[in-house]
């Protein structure tokens, strides 16, 4: 048993590290096709009311996002102080950046549960969050199929038709699982293993969301909303560095990049996301070294721009001013 978990923590290991050297050499790549001076003189010379507008942006985002997940909270009739929901968003993100993609969840989850002991409400609000939140990205990333091919002169209404049929196909399967009961009687037929039941438990309590759609409703439409803000950022950098970018271009490849980086074997996205932008933008006519200057600090700003919030939170949540504690409501 012991030899068994110890090759599956190296396995673990291994394809951690092959995603970290697989994101280090697509980075070292697009550096190393760039002209950096240019992108450094194109720093130089970004306008800082753009740039304030992204900082602002991103961090409005960040407060959205605690909002939606703070509605699947209050579902489950957990009620805390929204700061408290907001300052572990904060740093579930910020973790996020040296973790594996559910790294940021499991640290925002740990940051709520010291006060909540129902540990699996929460992990189901994770869950759910993140399902409906790929649903939000696929139909965004069907729009951009569909967009390509009728606002450029490449591809075919076949091939686009042929990939937003399949992506239509995979969210309505996604949204009918979620709905059907015939889901929730499997997993009660589970073997009746400590570790089964636990997991029962989080899968029931996730599919009980199904019994709020007003809820829900909301969520997907803010889901929805916020697939504009990695647009609208990419945008902001692009006039802040001066480099014309059509804002229609960023409709149609932004939200496609995103969901492919959602499934990219890289770390957390990071090569994949920077080299898909200079690859389609430089398709479609945008320099590459302009191309690589916002594909590469578009993410980068938006990384800095939330890490004083988190830094507040850090370290004012470590010697907390003293306050009638509200308690957390429970079933």
């Known amino acids: 048993m012991g030899k068994s978990n110890n090759a599956s923590h190296s396995k673990k290991r291994l394809l951690l590290l092959l995603r970290i050297f697989i994101s280090l050499a ?6 190393y096709f760039a002209d950096m001076g240019r992108v450094l003189a194109y720093i130089s010379r970004a306008h800082a009311p753009y740039v304030v507008l992204v900082v602002a942006l991103i961090n409005l985002d960040r407060i ?6 703070n509605l699947l909270l209050t579902s489950k009739r957990i009620v805390l102080p929204f700061r408290r929901v907001l300052s572990a968003y904060y740093k579930g993100t910020f973790s996020g950046n040296f973790l594996p993609s559910v790294g940021s969840d499991a640290v925002r989850i740990y940051e709520v549960s010291r006060h909540v002991s129902r540990l699996g409400d929460l992990i189901s609000s994770a869950i759910v969050e993140r399902l409906i939140g790929l649903i939000a990205s696929g139909l965004m990333g069907l729009l951009s199929v569909v967009l390509f091919v009728r606002y450029t002169d490449r591809g075919s ?8 049929l399949g992506m239509a196909l995979a969210i309505v399967a996604l949204i009918v699982s979620l709905k059907s009961g015939r889901l929730s009687r499997a997993v009660r037929l589970l073997p009746d293993w400590k570790w089964t039941k636990k997991l ?3 899968l029931l309590s996730s599919l ?11 969520f997907f439409f803010w889901s929805v909303v916020e697939q504009l803000v990695p647009v609208l950022s990419y945008f902001l950098v692009a ?8 804002l229609m271009d960023l409709f149609i490849f932004v939200p496609l990049i995103y969901l492919l980086t959602r499934v990219s074997f890289s770390y957390n996205g990071l090569g994949v996301q920077e080299g898909l932008f200079v690859y389609l933008f430089s398709m479609g006519g945008i320099a590459q070294t302009e191309a690589f200057a916002v594909g590469f600090l578009t993410p980068l700003l938006g990384r800095l721009a939330y890490t004083p ?4 939170f850090f370290f004012a949540d470590r010697h907390p001013i003293p306050q009638p504690e509200i308690a957390a409501h429970e079933h």
């Open 309 to 312: 919030v988190f830094l507040y």
């Open 157 to 164: 209404w076949q091939l686009a038709m042929s990939l937003a």
């Open 64 to 69: 959205l996002m605690s909002y939606k997940w």
């Open 239 to 246: 006039k802040a560095l001066d480099i014309e970018i059509p």
């Open 26 to 31: 697509l980075i070292g790549w697009l550096i």
């Open 200 to 202: 029962e438990a989080i």
């Open 208 to 218: 009980d969301y199904a019994n709020d759609r007003k809820t829900l409703l909301i």
